[in-house]
């Protein structure tokens, strides 16, 4: 696989109001997306809501999100486990839908090691030979994963083509491009840092408000990595407001009220997650009809 670049989409998985996978809905989200310039997709990731999705669900959101793909962007299945073996499990589920590569979040709860890490990685690479990306997100795991280790992992385990830092630490990124081959891959976890990453050298973003405004996200990244820092920065605070409305609540709630107002999808979420606060509620349809979106 070439190396990893622009905007990739971590995807909702749309619900009906019984709770049931909304495949027409999720057909639809597809083809908007790609329709609109994003350059790849993570589906089942944690704006997907995995957690919840029973094992069936989960081949089958991965086997239909192939499917309308159809090859015209890449493929990415969150497939990241605390438990090794699940991990691997996953993966091996993943590959056989006909993924392009996986998305591992680093193990949570368990808390390993800097060895327990490489092991985990380098196991899950020898069972499902297919490209990796590293997901350090310490607001969900309770522990981040330093810049050496990331290094220490990319250079054991070749399958590791990038990294999704959401760690929040623009240092902690500077280090890893610093320290990283030229064909390793340094993605923002979070938006609003998507442009300042890619000014000191990073390569793109794993996205959530690309649910919302792919083409006008992607239009942001091509310019940031095209260099026109102008244009980029012009975009970056036009929609700086909508990153940060995503996440007044635990994502996905925010993205998938949103896209409900915007008539993509059911407004529906499985336990533990639960509809939004009328007042963040509120602020995020300002944020909306603002950019009229609604």
Not at 68 to 74: A, S
Not at 111 to 122: D, E, I, Q, V, Y
Request: charged share 20%; hydrophobic share 40%.
């Amino acid at each position: 696989m070439k190396k990893l670049t622009g905007t990739i989409t971590a995807i909702v998985t749309p619900f009906t109001k019984s709770g049931e996978i909304d495949i027409p809905a999720l057909k639809k989200h597809v083809s908007f997306q790609i329709k609109n310039g994003i350059n790849g997709l993570v589906v089942c990731g944690s704006t997907g809501e995995a957690a919840t999705l029973t094992l069936d669900e989960y081949k089958l959101v991965v086997a239909t999100v192939v499917a309308e793909v159809n090859k015209k962007v890449l493929v990415f299945a969150g497939a990241g486990s605390n438990d090794t073996a699940k991990a691997i499990q996953n993966s091996q589920l993943a590959k056989q839908a006909g993924v392009d590569g996986l998305l591992h979040v680093t193990p949570y709860y368990n808390k390993p090691t800097p060895s327990g890490l490489l092991a985990h990685f380098k196991a899950i690479a020898d069972s499902v030979d297919m490209s990796i990306i590293l997901y350090n997100v310490p607001g969900r795991t309770g522990s981040n994963v330093s810049a050496q280790t990331t290094l220490t992992i990319a250079k054991n385990v070749p399958q590791v083509i990038a990294v999704k830092e959401a760690s929040g630490s623009i240092t902690q990124m500077m280090e890893i491009i610093k320290g990283k081959s030229k064909d390793f891959s340094v993605l923002s976890g979070d938006d609003s840092l998507t442009l300042p990453l890619i000014g000191v050298g990073g390569d793109g973003i794993i996205s959530v408000v690309a649910n919302e405004i792919p083409k006008e996200f992607s239009d942001m990244v091509y310019a940031g990595l095209g260099g026109d820092f102008k244009t980029a920065r012009k975009l970056h605070y036009a929609w700086l407001d909508l990153m940060n409305a995503n996440f007044i609540e635990s994502n996905p709630i925010p993205v998938k009220t949103a896209l409900a107002l915007m008539g993509k999808i059911t407004e529906s979420f499985r336990l533990p997650l639960t509809p939004m606060s009328e007042k963040n509620r509120q602020v995020l349809i300002d944020v909306l009809k603002k950019h009229k979106l609604v």
